[in-house]
């Protein structure tokens, strides 16, 4: 597959952040990604200085997490003009909210005085112009389980108002090439949209990009666009619109109409086709978003696996969820469950994550009858998990099963599952005295051993005082001196870990 240029040749005004989040006290995973200041050696070794990834914006390197040996990628980002250094922390709060199995995962970031420090989960398989450029021509079978995937990442994305702008098969990684599994990757070029609004900043690849982004004034359907390209690309090994140079190439893009000139689209469904039309189709008011491009009778057309029971069977019975004995509250055990959610994501093993990203995406499949606001993938709903555990529980005991673990799991009360909260529920709990200490240096803003009512309060994302966050600061601050020492944090971790290792279902 032939390089492809990005470029980026106009700057606009910096995004909007996130609207703030609900009052309720939920506590989000991602609170934990945290940018830290001082060295990245305190986690973290570098195997070797090689680099093995150059994206948009810095160097890749492996690195070994001292908590648990596992191999992750660490990007080295040298930092530049004030100003777009704060642009870079903003997107990175924004980006450690894509909590998605097909989204590349962040685990720390580090700053000194020179250089950014991602780190995020390592992907050895390649990109995937590679694995086209080996495995071509691919079955439409397998090119609709990556599109899939892809579609389902970006509409999660455009649901938390992030557009992604440099879509193409360089940005997406094999995480497993026996079920085909992708990560997207590389978010330099993201930018937050609310909705109505119309972004303007020129950038992208060329063969990739939507003709709107080139007139200044687009929107989310820009994504849509590239994700038409790379499904052209699956299917033929080549872009729809070329050219000899820039000027030509995007000249082709604006005016010239999409074709399936080759022999080899014989091959492939009308379905295919049709979709593919509807997804470069240059009035972007008239092109799908990523919602209706899922709902596509292409992706229909292909039943789904089923869930393998064994592995399904074994995965749920390690739920950590609800019981009845629980002598916590409920808004000090959601702080509780955010710890065990951050600590079980250290412990679990990548090759086990492998399989619990297959049960997820097969559970996952926004059953017919859930309505529109909830319609998500990349998130399990009340529905979808009720009809995957009629594995589990008869009849008689599902509505009130169901409930109970939901309602226990949902740590961030988003009223879906999160993939952080699935992995975290499905983790056998052991080994956590190392993970309890990264918790609690997270929340240690000041590094002086002990987390203050403030910290705490700056943590949850309140700026007031108010009771709830009180109650759960004094169920903690045992001797009552108005801050938790780490004794008193462990021991209360350690006390909720061991309630969650006895529960029964």
Known sequence: MQPYKRV??????????????????????????????????????????????AG?????????????????????IKKTSEDKNENFRKEFQNLKLLDHPNILKLYHSFEDDQRFYIISELCEGGTL?????????????????????????????????????????????????????????????????????KLSLKCGTIHFVAPEVMEESYDQKCDIWSCGVVLYILLCNDPPFQGTDSNEILFNIKNQSIEFRYQSWKQYSTLVKDLLKRMLEKNPELRPNAQQVLED?????????????????????????????????????RFLQAIVLFIATELVHKDDKKVLNRIFRKIDKDNNGINDYMRQLGTISKEELKCALQQIYSKNQLDDKVDKIFDFLDVNQSGSLDFSEFVAATCKLSDVEEKIRVAFDVLDKNKDGCITLDELFKFIGREDYDNDCKEIFNQFDQNGDDKISFAEFSQAVQKYVNICKQIQY
């Open 129 to 197: 112009a590679q694995y086209i450029d080996d495995h071509y021509p691919l079955k439409e079978a397998e090119v609709l389980k990556i599109m899939k995937q892809l579609i389902s990442s970006i509409n999660f994305a455009h649901k938390k108002n992030i557009v992604h702008r440099d879509i193409k098969p360089d940005n997406i990684l094999i995480d497993d090439e026996v079920t085909t599994s992708i990560k997207l990757i590389d978010w330099g070029f993201s930018g937050m949209i609310q909705q109505q609004q």
């Open 297 to 333: 009778p292409w992706f229909e057309s292909h039943s789904s696996e089923q869930i393998p029971s064994q592995d399904f069977k074994e995965s749920m019975i390690q739920f950590n969820g609800y019981t009845e004995d629980q002598d916590n509250s409920l808004k000090q055990s």
């Open 8 to 53: 980026c040749v106009q700057e606009s005004k910096n995004p909007s952040s996130f609207s703030e989040q609900d009052e309720k006290i939920g506590i989000d995973y991602s609170n934990f990604i945290q940018q830290m200041e001082g060295p990245y050696h305190q986690l973290y070794e570098p195997i070797d200085k090689q680099c093995i990834g």
């Open 56 to 76: 948009g914006q810095g160097c890749v390197i492996k690195v070994k997490c001292k908590l648990n040996n596992e191999i992750r990628a660490m990007k080295v």
